[in-house]
Protein backbone atom coordinates (compact mmCIF):
# COMPACT_ATOMS: atom_id res chain seq x y z
CA UNK A 1 0.00 0.00 0.00
CA UNK A 2 2.76 2.47 1.09
CA UNK A 3 4.66 1.76 -2.36
CA UNK A 4 1.32 2.61 -4.19
CA UNK A 5 1.15 5.57 -2.55
CA UNK A 6 4.83 6.67 -3.14
CA UNK A 7 4.28 5.69 -7.16
CA UNK A 8 1.44 8.11 -7.51
CA UNK A 9 2.91 10.77 -5.76
CA UNK A 10 6.25 10.32 -7.88
CA UNK A 11 4.19 10.11 -11.04
CA UNK A 12 1.94 13.13 -9.85
CA UNK A 13 5.28 15.17 -9.17
CA UNK A 14 7.07 14.36 -12.42
CA UNK A 15 3.71 14.73 -14.59
CA UNK A 16 3.59 18.41 -12.79
CA UNK A 17 6.96 19.06 -14.17
CA UNK A 18 6.57 18.00 -17.45
CA UNK A 19 3.20 19.93 -17.78
CA UNK A 20 4.76 22.97 -16.77
CA UNK A 21 8.09 22.34 -19.23
CA UNK A 22 5.71 22.14 -21.93
CA UNK A 23 3.88 25.01 -20.64
CA UNK A 24 7.32 26.87 -20.68
CA UNK A 25 8.58 25.23 -24.28
CA UNK A 26 5.21 26.47 -25.47
CA UNK A 27 5.59 30.10 -23.88
CA UNK A 28 8.93 30.81 -24.93
CA UNK A 29 8.24 29.29 -28.49
CA UNK A 30 5.99 31.67 -29.10
CA UNK A 31 7.14 34.68 -27.62
CA UNK A 32 10.39 34.18 -30.14
CA UNK A 33 8.85 32.89 -33.35
CA UNK A 34 5.30 33.13 -32.70
CA UNK A 35 5.17 36.93 -34.41
CA UNK A 36 7.39 37.36 -37.27
CA UNK A 37 8.99 40.50 -36.49
CA UNK A 38 11.68 40.65 -39.15
CA UNK A 39 11.46 43.90 -40.94
CA UNK A 40 14.12 45.12 -43.39
CA UNK A 41 15.27 48.72 -44.43
CA UNK A 42 11.74 50.19 -43.37
CA UNK A 43 11.98 54.10 -42.59
CA UNK A 44 10.57 55.56 -39.66
CA UNK A 45 10.54 59.28 -38.59
CA UNK A 46 10.55 61.06 -35.48
CA UNK A 47 9.68 64.87 -34.58
CA UNK A 48 10.53 67.24 -31.48
CA UNK A 49 7.23 69.17 -30.76
CA UNK A 50 8.87 71.73 -28.07
CA UNK A 51 11.21 69.46 -26.23
CA UNK A 52 9.49 66.00 -26.12
CA UNK A 53 9.99 63.93 -29.02
CA UNK A 54 7.60 61.65 -31.10
CA UNK A 55 7.22 58.81 -33.31
CA UNK A 56 5.43 59.37 -36.61
CA UNK A 57 3.22 56.07 -36.67
CA UNK A 58 -0.35 56.92 -37.67
CA UNK A 59 -2.55 54.57 -36.11
CA UNK A 60 -1.70 56.23 -32.63
CA UNK A 61 -2.12 58.61 -30.55
CA UNK A 62 0.25 61.81 -30.32
CA UNK A 63 0.17 60.85 -26.31
CA UNK A 64 0.79 56.95 -27.05
CA UNK A 65 3.89 57.92 -29.98
CA UNK A 66 5.39 60.09 -27.27
CA UNK A 67 9.42 59.31 -26.57
CA UNK A 68 9.87 58.79 -22.99
CA UNK A 69 12.41 56.66 -21.05
CA UNK A 70 15.98 56.86 -22.69
CA UNK A 71 14.19 57.30 -25.74
CA UNK A 72 13.85 61.02 -25.93
CA UNK A 73 17.54 61.13 -24.89
CA UNK A 74 19.08 59.24 -27.63
CA UNK A 75 16.66 61.35 -30.20
CA UNK A 76 17.92 64.33 -29.00
CA UNK A 77 21.72 63.10 -29.86
CA UNK A 78 21.38 62.16 -32.58
CA UNK A 79 18.84 64.78 -33.95
CA UNK A 80 22.10 67.29 -33.41
CA UNK A 81 19.53 69.85 -33.24
CA UNK A 82 17.11 69.49 -35.93
CA UNK A 83 13.74 69.02 -35.35
CA UNK A 84 13.31 65.58 -37.08
CA UNK A 85 14.95 62.41 -37.18
CA UNK A 86 14.37 60.11 -40.18
CA UNK A 87 15.61 56.16 -39.40
CA UNK A 88 16.13 53.22 -41.91
CA UNK A 89 15.84 50.05 -39.57
CA UNK A 90 15.98 46.45 -39.86
CA UNK A 91 14.99 44.14 -37.34
CA UNK A 92 15.65 40.23 -36.18
CA UNK A 93 17.18 39.70 -39.82
CA UNK A 94 19.96 37.12 -39.64
CA UNK A 95 22.75 39.47 -41.31
CA UNK A 96 22.10 42.98 -40.47
CA UNK A 97 24.67 44.35 -42.70
CA UNK A 98 25.92 47.69 -41.60
CA UNK A 99 24.59 49.80 -38.93
CA UNK A 100 24.80 52.27 -36.41
CA UNK A 101 22.82 51.43 -33.77
CA UNK A 102 22.06 48.16 -32.52
CA UNK A 103 18.92 47.84 -30.16
CA UNK A 104 19.00 44.98 -27.70
CA UNK A 105 15.97 43.66 -26.39
CA UNK A 106 16.78 42.78 -22.37
CA UNK A 107 13.62 43.24 -21.10
CA UNK A 108 9.72 42.99 -21.69
CA UNK A 109 6.60 43.56 -20.07
CA UNK A 110 2.92 44.28 -20.54
CA UNK A 111 3.70 47.68 -21.40
CA UNK A 112 6.48 47.64 -23.74
CA UNK A 113 10.51 46.36 -23.93
CA UNK A 114 13.70 48.01 -22.50
CA UNK A 115 17.01 48.05 -25.10
CA UNK A 116 20.30 47.95 -24.51
CA UNK A 117 21.34 50.72 -27.12
CA UNK A 118 25.16 50.35 -28.60
CA UNK A 119 26.58 52.62 -31.23
CA UNK A 120 28.97 51.24 -33.94
CA UNK A 121 32.41 51.24 -32.97
CA UNK A 122 31.77 52.07 -29.38
CA UNK A 123 32.25 50.59 -25.86
CA UNK A 124 29.79 52.64 -24.57
CA UNK A 125 25.59 51.06 -23.95
CA UNK A 126 22.45 53.62 -23.08
CA UNK A 127 19.25 51.83 -22.01
CA UNK A 128 16.17 52.99 -23.49
CA UNK A 129 12.79 52.01 -23.22
CA UNK A 130 9.91 51.57 -25.81
CA UNK A 131 6.39 51.27 -25.64
CA UNK A 132 3.85 48.85 -27.63
CA UNK A 133 3.28 51.31 -30.63
CA UNK A 134 6.42 48.79 -31.64
CA UNK A 135 3.94 45.76 -32.41
CA UNK A 136 2.62 48.04 -34.77
CA UNK A 137 5.83 48.92 -36.50
CA UNK A 138 7.25 45.32 -36.27
CA UNK A 139 4.26 43.22 -37.04
CA UNK A 140 2.85 42.53 -33.66
CA UNK A 141 5.58 41.95 -31.22
CA UNK A 142 8.61 44.10 -29.92
CA UNK A 143 11.56 42.23 -31.59
CA UNK A 144 14.68 41.38 -30.25
CA UNK A 145 17.04 43.15 -32.04
CA UNK A 146 17.07 46.58 -33.97
CA UNK A 147 19.51 47.87 -36.53
CA UNK A 148 19.67 51.35 -37.34
CA UNK A 149 21.04 51.78 -40.66
CA UNK A 150 20.85 55.21 -40.78
CA UNK A 151 20.32 58.36 -39.33
CA UNK A 152 19.03 61.93 -41.57
CA UNK A 153 17.99 64.91 -40.01
CA UNK A 154 15.64 67.85 -41.17
Known amino acids: ?30 RTTG ?32 MVAGADTLLEEVSDGADEVFVVLSSDIPDPGEWKLHLHLVEHDKFGATYKVKAAGQDGVQIAWLCNVM ?3 FGGEHPTDIYIHSISTK
Not at 13 to 25: K, M, Q, S
Not at 44 to 57: I, K
Open 135 to 137: HTV
Open 35 to 66: VDTSTVRKELRFYRSGTEWFADVPQHTRAENQ
Open 1 to 30: MKISFLRVAVCAVVGTIVIGALIACLFLRS
